[in-house]
């Protein structure tokens, strides 16, 4: 059984750094991709970074050349580095992983950005 736990979160200034780490446990076969959501109060899930299997990223236009998702094989673990935040970066970060059969979600992880 494949699961996700994050961690990093916090509450830090407007113009501060934080990094999330989304450690894996379980086998993962025929990896899709490993990506960051974030889920503001009464908004929906929205993609924040990806990385393929191949090691590809891609990223939403509000977080580029700001944020920078990597991933160390050795550790299972993907990270989220996060620069230059701003207060609209609020929200809950999920870490997810997609196989080929299934998708797989962590609990979640509060970042917040005070003006």
């Known amino acids: 059984q494949v699961q996700l736990v994050e961690s990093g979160g916090g509450l830090v200034q407007a113009g501060g750094s934080l990094r999330l780490s989304c450690a894996v446990s379980?086998?993962?076969?025929?990896?899709?991709?490993m990506s960051w959501y974030r889920q503001a109060p009464g908004k929906q899930r929205d993609l924040v970074a990806t990385?393929?299997?191949?090691?590809?990223?891609n990223y939403a236009d509000s977080v580029k050349g700001r944020f920078t998702i990597s991933r160390d094989n050795a550790k299972n673990t993907v990270y989220l580095q996060m620069n230059s935040l701003k207060p609209e970066d609020t929200a809950v970060y999920y870490c997810?992983?997609?196989?080929?059969?299934?998708?797989?979600w962590g609990q979640g992880t509060q970042v917040t950005v005070s003006p």
């Open positions: 997810n992983v997609r196989v080929v059969t299934s998708t797989y």
């Open positions: 379980g086998s993962i076969f025929r990896l899709v991709g």
């Open positions: 990385m393929t299997g191949v090691g590809s990223t």
